[in-house]
């Protein structure tokens, strides 16, 4: 039997159609507890590769017959070696290639839905790690919003598209993955946008996205009036594009609100989440689409693969949206909090510009789940 490798656009396709996949995931038990591959028809089986030095035999009545089979690892090459030892025993199986490190790194582009003069605007899903960055792209220009590091599939995409990049926003500095924002800005000299209030210890030029700002991009105006969003940071700002989406953030996901600490500031940062969550989007048509800048578990991918409601729909369904009393709502998300993300302080100085770690630090440092929801 033959051992092939299964690559990270593969396994998405996998996941966004729906389709059944087993997986043999041979990392250490706490590494696949806090983070695997998922996905509505994957069924796992975890047994770390050091308990399979001696063989596989022990677990072949685990395994399916009739089913794909993918073994997982970090890196690869344990995965390949497992691989090889089921082929020896007459198993047909898949490898990830490149391991969990690649699929954490892997984008998905998919068109969310047509702008009213003319123009799109694509979702990235990085299904690996719940990140999600936006395009807008109108009348042969782009905008990019959150984008993550891997900053080629943006600028090649753009170019796909027959768009240059002018401008690109964060909408507030990120703790959790490393932006690559202002690296595509000056690749491609577009103008780079930052909330004020969280560049307060950047090294860097940037523009100050405020509340107000109007931006251009082809046929289309980012409008950010009255969006200024604080709660998740004291700078999170949202975005109205073309009067129909309503791009979020960290502030409201589909399935749960934004946490408030992850600049050491919860308590100081609970009143300014409310009052954007319930006042601030409150005035907001309900018609809106929200589209949020992470998702937290599979279930809130669309049929599509995108992710995305109607505002209206999580005012009615998000309880993080209806909680009437501000003691409730201040104890909700101050005693529900998830461990704070991986590295994410070294995360947040390297987004200041203060540090500059290397590509592999970097794959390191963002490693794991993202954790930016109260649960």
Known sequence: MSVKPMNSKEVAQKVMNREGLFILDVRNADAFEDWKIEGEKIEYLNIPYFDLLDGVEEIMDQLPKDKDILVVCAKEGSSIMVAEMLSDEGMDVSYLEGGM????????????GELTKGGELYQFVRLGKGCLSYMVVSNGEAAIVDATRMTDIFIDFAKEKGATITNVFDTHLHADHISGGRNIAEATNATYWLPP??????????????????????????DITALYSPGHTIGSTSFVIDEKYLLSGDILFVDSIGRPDLAGKAEDWVADLRESLYKRYKDLSMELTVLPAHFMIIDELNEDGSVGEKLGTLFAKNHGLNIESEEEF????????PPQPNAYQEIRET????VTPDEEKQREMEIGPNRCAVR
């Not at 201040?330 to 909090?337: A, F, G, T, W």
């Not at 987004?351 to 203060?354: A, H, I, P, Q, Y």
């Open 330 to 337: 201040r104890k909700l998300v101050s005693e529900n909090l």
């Open 101 to 112: 490190k690649a699929w954490s790194e892997h984008l998905e582009p998919v068109k969310v």
């Open 351 to 354: 987004n200041m510009g203060k």
């Open 197 to 222: 209030k969280d560049a307060e210890e950047v090294t860097f030029e940037y523009a100050a996205l405020e509340d107000g700002n109007k931006v251009v991009i082809g046929n289309t105006t980012i």
